[in-house]
C-alpha cells in the first residue's frame, strides 16, 4: 500500500477531519476518512507522529485491591460508560504532570506513586492518529466532584469481584474492558 496524500476536510474545536488517499496493490485508489487532534498533518511523516496527545490514568489503592474507574456519560454514545480517568496532555505538559492533573480534575484523588509509563498506543486505530500514555500507579484522596461542568464523571474504587460483575452488565471503554478482564482474573 502506497500513501499518496493527505486532504483537510474540516477543523473542529478539538479534531480535524482528513482523507487519505492510498494507492492499493492492485493499482486502485483508497481514500480513508480519519479525525486527528493535529490542524495541519501535510504529510505521512505527519501522520505518524511520536509525541501523545492524551494520557490514561491505571490506578490502584494503596493495598493494591481496588481499581480506579470512573463511570462517566459519553455524548459519543448517548450514554454511561466505565472508563479510566484520561485526559488530553496540555502543551509544555509532561505526561505524568497531565496524569496528576487530569486525575485531580476528574477525581479529586492524586497519584501517591508512579510505579510505570508505557507510551505510543493508539487510542482507536480506526479513525484516528492519536497517541496515549498509559501511566500506572497508586493513588489516594478523597472523591471529588469532577472540575469540569463539561463532563458527568462518578469515580469508584472497584474490587476484583465487583469488576467481573460490571463486565457481564455494564458498558466499557475498550482499552478499560481488555484491562480489566486480565486484571480481575
Known amino acids: 500500500m502506497q500513501f499518496e496524500k493527505i486532504e483537510k476536510k474540516a477543523e473542529g474545536k478539538f479534531i480535524t477531519r482528513y482523507d487519505l488517499t492510498y494507492r ?12 486527528s487532534r493535529d490542524r495541519d498533518l501535510t504529510s505521512l511523516s505527519d501522520l505518524r507522529k511520536k509525541d501523545a496527545d492524551a494520557v490514561i490514568l491505571i490506578m490502584e489503592d494503596q493495598s493494591g485491591e481496588k481499581i480506579l474507574m470512573n463511570r462517566e ?5 448517548g450514554g454511561w460508560v466505565y472508563n ?3 485526559g488530553l496532555i496540555d502543551a509544555g505538559e509532561t505526561p505524568e504532570e497531565a496524569a496528576r492533573r487530569e ?3 476528574e477525581t479529586g484523588l492524586s497519584i501517591k506513586k508512579i510505579k510505570d509509563t508505557i507510551s505510543n498506543s493508539y487510542s482507536a486505530i480506526g479513525f484516528t492518529n492519536e497517541r496515549t500514555v ?5 493513588a ?3 472523591f471529588k466532584e469532577s472540575t469540569s461542568f463539561e463532563e458527568e464523571i462518578e ?6 469481584q465487583q469488576v467481573k460483575e460490571l463486565l457481564k452488565t455494564e458498558s466499557f471503554a475498550a ?4 484491562f480489566c478482564y486480565l486484571w480481575c482474573r
Open 84 to 86: 479510566f480517568p484520561a
Open 140 to 142: 489516594e484522596g478523597t
Open 24 to 35: 492499493l496493490e492492485n493499482g486502485k485508489e483508497k481514500v480513508y476518512e480519519i479525525i
Open 155 to 160: 469515580p469508584g474504587w472497584y474490587t476484583k
Open 103 to 105: 486525575l485531580y480534575e
Open 134 to 138: 498509559c501511566v500506572i500507579g497508586e
Open 175 to 178: 482499552r478499560t474492558q481488555a
Open 73 to 77: 456519560f459519553r455524548m459519543a454514545v
